[in-house]
């Protein structure tokens, strides 16, 4: 059974950061592509960041340069940055896996909040 479980989100200044983590569990995690998603209320669910099992990674614009995604094969866990937030990025950040073996799973998600 795959678990994905996130952590390190709250609220946050703008300007200021946070470091998200999401421990994985019941995957090959050093074969397995993450990613991080976010959905604020009343829009989509966009793709933040992903990283490759061969370390290669993924940015939406509106975050390159301000976050950055990575893994720890050791530890089982992908963290993702998250430095100058602005309020836009408030939003449910959810941690996903992908592996050929157990296809795509789902955290629970952790709120982000950005005050002005």
């Known amino acids: 059974q795959v678990q994905l479980v996130e952590s390190g989100g709250g609220l946050v200044q703008a300007g200021g950061s946070l470091r998200l983590s999401c421990a994985a569990s019941?995957?090959?995690?050093?074969?397995?592509?993450m990613s991080w998603y976010r959905q604020a209320p009343g829009k989509q669910r966009e793709l933040v960041a992903s990283?490759?099992?061969?370390?290669?990674?993924n940015y939406a614009y509106s975050v390159r340069g301000r976050f950055i995604i990575s893994r720890d094969n050791a530890k089982n866990t992908v963290h993702l940055q998250m430095n100058s937030l602005k309020p836009e990025d408030t939003a449910v950040y959810s941690c996903?896996?992908?592996?050929?073996?157990?296809?795509?799973?789902w955290g629970q998600g952790t709120q982000v909040t950005v005050s002005s």
């Open positions: 996903v896996s992908d592996t050929k073996i157990t296809g795509t799973s």
């Open positions: 019941g995957i090959i995690f050093s074969l397995a592509s």
């Open positions: 990283i490759t099992a061969g370390g290669s990674t």
